[in-house]
């Protein structure tokens, strides 16, 4: 993602993503949105082709029933100040860990 220099958008909401954020993510000085939200308890449902009908519910997992947690690690630490172009984050319904970093504070363009 670094060669990415000129990102300003990156919407990967709604998708069923798993893992960790790469710290990639943090050098992307020009982003502006990022949107990480909702990667679990979506409740849609679609019909293909055929009419068979298709559940794609990505329920909340934890470690004992093998379902999809979401993105996991810390997201809201230090690294996130690096994003000086940032204008909104969202990163709701995923098993992110540790305390929101104060130097969110030095975000001039959040909420923007």
């Known amino acids: ?3 990415l220099s000129t990102l300003t958008y990156l919407r990967l ?3 069923a993503l798993s893992g960790t954020v790469p710290d990639s993510i943090f050098g992307l000085s020009a982003l502006e949105l990022l949107y990480l939200q909702y990667q679990y308890n979506n409740d849609w ?3 293909r082709s055929s ?5 794609i519910y990505f329920s909340e997992g934890d470690a004992t029933n093998g379902m999809n947690l979401g993105l ?3 997201i809201l630490d230090d ?3 690096n994003l000086t ?5 969202r990163v709701g319904y995923n098993h992110f860990s ?3 970093s104060p130097k969110i504070s030095h975000l001039e363009n959040l909420g923007s």
Not at 85 to 89: A, E, G, H, K, V
Request: charged share 20%; glycine share 14%; with cysteine.
């Open 85 to 89: 172009s940032l204008r909104d984050i």
């Open 98 to 100: 540790g305390t929101i």
């Open 13 to 15: 909401q709604e998708n």
């Open 79 to 81: 690294n996130l100040a």
């Open 72 to 74: 996991i690690g810390k």
């Open 1 to 3: 993602m670094g060669q």
């Open 45 to 47: 449902a679609c019909t």
């Open 51 to 55: 009419g068979e009908v298709v559940n």
